[in-house]
């Protein structure tokens, strides 16, 4: 009749309505009517009493109700919510979050899924570098990822782990030594290893410009500079722009033709 005739199944009703009576499937039941009609929270609560957990949780990750998600997931103590609740955290915006990134290791541990954890490591390395271009970091999670004993993708983790070690050494190198070190960060350009993906050619190209902007090779700048531009899609997002906007001046060149390019591939890429 609630279906029927659209009668709003509050939770005191939904008590009424089972009060004395643990049938699982009265309680499945009016579970399944109140999430239809989007009463996410009572319909877990119902799906609980049913003891149907795992049910129960899909209607909260309805709700998106963070907290109580996380605090089900806890009292529940089950694999399957626990992962649950890990693959829901995910999708939020877990890298400005260091409590939802504490939260999404810690169930994947206790749901002892190590591709999910491995995989979820290997996120963050890439989002390290994505985002903020902190190569140290991702190299610290690759080698978090390395710890979690799986067989299935523990290879590729390890490729990817020593390429970026090997961009890091290469990196450095070019502090003391900048035109061998530009000549080796050149050579990773070329490098099989670029298509596993961890690092990408602007990360590489970003690394060689700044090295020849920091010993004034502005000439040989600006050639890295117009590269970028003509092969990588919003090239900008790699270089910083007061620095780009300064070496233009110096060679008595206007930066928006580079600025207004990596905006308008950006756009087309959008």
Aim: net charge negative.
């Amino acid at each position: 009749m609630c279906l029927e005739y659209n009668v709003e199944l509050t939770e005191t009703l939904a008590d009424h309505l089972c009060s004395g009576d643990t049938d699982s499937q009265l309680l499945t039941q009016l579970a399944a009517v109140a999430q239809r009609q989007g009463h996410y929270q009572l319909a877990a609560k119902k799906f609980t009493q049913a003891g149907n957990k795992v049910q129960a949780m899909k209607a909260l990750l309805k709700s998106g109700d963070t907290e109580r998600i996380t605090f089900f997931a806890n009292v529940s103590r089950q694999a399957d919510i626990f992962i649950l609740a890990a693959n829901y955290l995910q999708a939020l915006d877990w890298r400005s979050n260091p409590e939802y990134v504490k939260q999404i290791v810690t169930f994947y541990t206790k749901a002892k899924a190590p591709e999910l954890l491995r995989g979820f490591y290997d996120a963050c390395a890439q989002a390290e570098i994505d985002e903020y271009q902190n190569y140290e970091s991702a190299l610290n999670a690759l080698k978090e990822a390395q710890k979690i004993q799986s067989s299935n993708s523990s290879s590729t983790i390890e490729a990817k782990k020593a390429f970026l070690e090997k961009f890091l050494e290469t990196k450095e190198s070019a502090d003391l030594n900048p035109l061998e070190g530009i000549v080796k960060l050149e050579a990773l350009l070329k490098a099989p290893d670029l298509q596993l993906g961890i690092l990408r050619a602007g990360n590489i190209y970003s690394s060689i410009f700044n090295v020849q902007l920091q010993h004034h090779f502005n000439e040989e700048a600006l050639q890295t500079l117009k590269s970028m531009s003509s092969s990588i899609p919003n090239f900008m997002q790699y270089l910083d722009r007061e620095s780009v906007t300064s070496l233009c001046h110096t060679r008595g060149l206007s930066p928006n033709s580079f600025l207004t390019q990596s905006t308008e591939n950006n756009d087309e890429n959008e």
